[in-house]
């Protein structure tokens, strides 16, 4: 174990063991986002797309449409950018109108910050954007969004399940699925159009 990361093993395999097992839909983040790593994301998102009949979305240090093309083009169906949609948010659309709403994901790490307000945060959750999280995800589908994972940081890690209250609220605001997820949970699709 290494900085709290550990190794569960080959990720093809394990794409294959939850594709057995009938999973409706598989994400991959690459959590390093290196240019080494990058290579060794494709290869792995090659592989799996060769095997498994699921949707392969993938996330992680994707910062253009380059990025986005070279994801799509080795066999994801979609693509998640959180922190660089936040940088620029104009990635959004360009991804859509390139691509299609359908390929492009965007992720949204939120914190309760009042009993009625929820902030989306950057850096993994460390850093306030001082955004409105029901705001941004509106903003993002108006950009193109087809999807938006919502990550509640209050409920990582403590099993308690999702926050409700903000996923219903950003769910209600907008017409596209909205998929709940905090660590160590299995997503959830909250709300669809």
């Known amino acids: 174990e290494d900085g709290g990361l550990r190794n569960v093993g080959d990720p093809v395999a ?10 409706d839909e598989l994400v991959f983040y690459d959590i390093t986002a290196s240019a080494h790593g990058r290579a060794t994301m494709v290869a792995v998102i090659e592989r799996v797309a060769d095997q498994c009949f699921m949707p392969l979305t993938v996330g992680g240090g994707i910062k253009s449409v380059d990025d986005m093309y070279t994801m799509l083009r080795a066999g994801a169906d979609k693509t998640s950018i959180n922190s ?12 859509a109108e390139k691509f299609g709403s359908q390929c492009i994901v965007v992720s949204i790490d939120a914190k309760r910050v009042a009993p009625d307000k929820w902030e989306v945060f950057s850096h993994g959750g460390r850093k306030s954007t001082g955004l409105d999280a029901v705001d941004w995800a509106k903003r993002a ?5 087809g999807e938006i994972v919502l990550n509640s940081i ?20 907008v017409g596209v699925p909205v998929v709940a997820s905090t660590a160590g949970s299995i997503p959830q699709i ?4």
């Not at 589908?141 to 969004?145: E, K």
């Not at 209050?154 to 950003?170: E, M, P, Q, S």
């Open 154 to 173: 209050d409920a990582d890690g403590t099993k308690a399940g999702f926050d409700l209250v903000i996923t219903r609220r950003i769910s209600e605001s």
């Open 14 to 23: 394990l794409a294959l063991r939850y594709n057995d097992q009938g999973a």
């Open 190 to 193: 909250a709300g669809a159009a």
């Open 141 to 145: 589908v108006s950009l193109g969004a």
């Open 84 to 95: 660089s949609a936040l940088a620029n948010p104009e990635l959004i659309r360009q991804g």
